[in-house]
């Protein structure tokens, strides 16, 4: 729900759970995938922030970590 | 509030445009159909003009919102020069009854209080709906910041197929038209847009039904309609399972009009209806391929028994004209990710059998 409701409310800007090529229809399929964790891609995609999600009894504990940019890479 | 309110201005027009041309000019027409046709109408021919524009690499845009409305009046005033307007019918005269009194005050009542409640979510709240967010709001977000061509990555992204990929876009057109003409992207009041289609319906129903019932009755068969599951749970979360009645409802009073009268005229607006039901929801395709089947049976029918030429023009125009128009909506989009025809299955429409309930009282 949450990553739906991201990607509706944040577009154009984007949330990459994944590469493009992994299909998420299910949240199964979302918790399956794996962060892309490539310094080049991550540079290509302009992304800057890692956010991480983790299911607590009572809701849900959110982590962000900035991701710095080197323009010479 | 100027711009969407000429958005919602230029729907009416070209919705009124093709309304007369299609509807027998100097035919009495009641009110409510000459205004619900034009909305449907409208909400057909507008999105799908800025599909193709999209396609040609057209960004929708307050000018392109214009242009459509100047050309649309330009038809209408032509069409009103050589004296092809539709008359407008006037109002039958009834001996008043307390019994159709309150029947009528119970029908308005129950029309009222549901326009009221659907209003209220798609003016006053975000969008609520799961399917509203991540199929319609996503691809209406697309749409705004992106031509069609060369095709957004979006429709290429497989992370994203949560957000059926390769449902059409009438709908989100609709809704970018508003996001367009408001000038801001995030206004949830964007999706009332998306009701225009449910007004038309009403209007349209009643206007059909008042042609074997008092109006007392009429307005009591639309109230039913207005208070569907379907209609109250989704229509103001800018869903398209309302609007595809809608576009059902009107392809099925054209059809019944040609299988009537076998005019060319009534099979154009016929294939011009499915085709855009079938460019709004994957489930318009059952009633596509239904009246093209009948079609095509007709004029063989017809051709072989009856050798008669007349049937079979109005057959292949509905065909060429409801195949040209699916061809131009979905050539850009084709499936990708989806896998619809293997969740076709008994479980998965027992449990959509809500959503069946408006489209049943539309075709009944």
């Known amino acids: 729900m949450f990553y739906s409701r991201a990607v509706y409310a944040l577009w154009p800007k984007r949330i990459f759970a994944t590469d493009a090529s992994t299909i998420i229809n299910t949240s199964t399929q979302l918790g399956a995938t794996t962060l892309p964790t490539d310094a080049r891609w991550m540079n290509e995609h302009d992304i800057r922030a890692v956010v991480r999600f983790r299911a607590e009894p009572y809701g849900a504990r959110i982590e962000s970590t900035n991701v710095r940019i080197d323009p010479l890479q | ?364």
């Open chain 2, 1 to 364: 509030m100027i711009w969407p309110s000429i958005y919602v201005a230029v729907i009416g027009v070209s919705g009124f445009a093709l309304t007369t041309i299609f509807i027998e000019a100097k035919k009495k027409t009641h009110i409510a159909e000459l205004i619900g046709m034009s909305a449907m109408f409208g909400c057909g021919i507008v999105p799908s003009v800025m599909i193709w524009l999209s396609m040609c690499g057209l960004k929708p845009s307050r000018a392109i919102i214009l242009c459509i409305g100047m050309v649309c009046l330009a038809a209408i005033g032509y069409r009103w020069k050589i004296g092809r307007m539709p008359s407008i019918k006037r109002p039958a005269v009834f001996q008043l009854r307390f019994y159709d009194i309150a029947l009528c005050g119970l029908a308005v009542s129950l029309i009222t209080i549901q326009l009221a409640c659907v209003l209220s979510v798609a003016i006053k709240l975000p969008v609520l709906d799961i399917d509203g967010w991540a199929i319609w709001g996503t691809k209406a977000k697309v749409l705004y910041y992106e031509p069609l061509h060369p095709t957004p990555a979006y429709f290429h992204d497989l992370s994203l197929s949560y957000s059926h990929l390769d449902y059409p876009l009438i709908v989100p057109m609709l809704w970018t038209g508003q996001m367009v003409a408001s000038g801001n992207v995030d206004d949830p009041t964007n999706k009332a847009v998306v009701l225009i289609p449910l007004l038309g319906a009403m209007l349209l129903l009643y206007a059909v039904a008042r042609e074997g019932l008092t109006p007392a009755r009429a307005a009591l068969i639309v109230s039913l309609f207005a208070g569907a599951p379907a209609m109250s749970r989704w229509s103001g979360q800018g869903q398209a399972d309302m609007v595809i009645a809608a576009f059902i409802l009107a392809a099925t009073i054209w059809f019944m009009r040609w299988i009537r009268d076998r005019h060319p005229r009534n099979a154009i607006a016929t294939g011009f209806f499915i085709a855009i039901a079938a460019s709004t929801k994957l489930e318009g395709k059952v009633l596509y391929f239904s009246i093209l089947g009948y079609a095509i049976l007709s004029m063989l029918w017809t051709l072989i028994f009856n050798r008669s030429v007349k049937p079979t023009i109005g057959g292949i125009v509905l065909i060429l004209v409801s195949a040209l128009l699916i061809m131009w909506s979905v050539a850009a989009l084709e499936s990708r990710s989806a896998t619809y025809t293997r969740r076709l299955r008994l479980s998965n429409i027992c449990l959509n059998n809500s959503r069946w309930t408006a489209a049943h009282v539309a075709i009944d």
